[in-house]
């Protein structure tokens, strides 16, 4: 009965261990690199992004161009201040480019003519023609209720631009 028993725990264990395994190795990972006028270029690791296609004055205004508008979020770093001080100087974006990579391919997305069902590992978006809106920090003193106590520092970003790209690559 024991010999049972152990075997159960060990197929247990591994089932979480390979479960576990397959958790990270799809974590996706986001980075955003964009040239622009003064400060040249500028690369960050993002924790988090959002890509939004407005019109702008709302739908009567059928004929302008479409803005695109990406916010992203970043701990933080060096990267800020040079974000910064283009917003103080109202540089322009040239370009940026956000690319997601993941092992086991970004979202599940599957690039048409992928062969043998294949995911893609990598999605990109390029940006063009653009400038920041907003850059923002935020803190908290990490107050969880559960009584932990980390104290968390996040970056934030808003560009609009008015050109976008979207590929995905094997």
Not at 92 to 107: A, M, R, V
Not at 109 to 130: C, I, K, Q, V, Y
């Amino acid at each position: 009965m024991k010999m049972h028993r152990t075997r159960g725990w060990a197929v247990l264990l591994a089932i979480l261990t390979l479960c576990s395994t397959r958790q990270a190795a799809a974590a996706s990972t986001y980075a955003l690199e964009c040239n622009a006028n003064v400060q040249g270029r500028i690369t960050v690791q993002l924790s988090s992004f959002r890509v939004q296609v407005g019109l702008p004055g709302g739908p009567a205004t059928v004929n302008r161009q479409r803005p695109f508008e990406l916010t992203a979020h970043f701990p933080a770093g060096r990267a800020y201040s040079a974000f910064q001080e283009a917003m103080e100087r109202n540089e322009l974006i040239h370009n940026c480019k956000l690319t997601e990579t993941e092992s086991s391919g970004p979202s599940g997305f599957r690039p048409s003519g992928a062969a043998g069902g294949a995911t893609a590992s990598t999605l990109e978006w390029t940006f063009t023609d653009g400038g920041l809106t907003s850059v923002a920090a935020v803190g908290s003193d990490g107050t969880s209720p559960t009584g932990n106590v980390t104290p968390q520092g996040s970056m934030q970003i808003v560009l609009t631009f008015q050109n976008m790209a979207f590929a995905a690559r094997p």
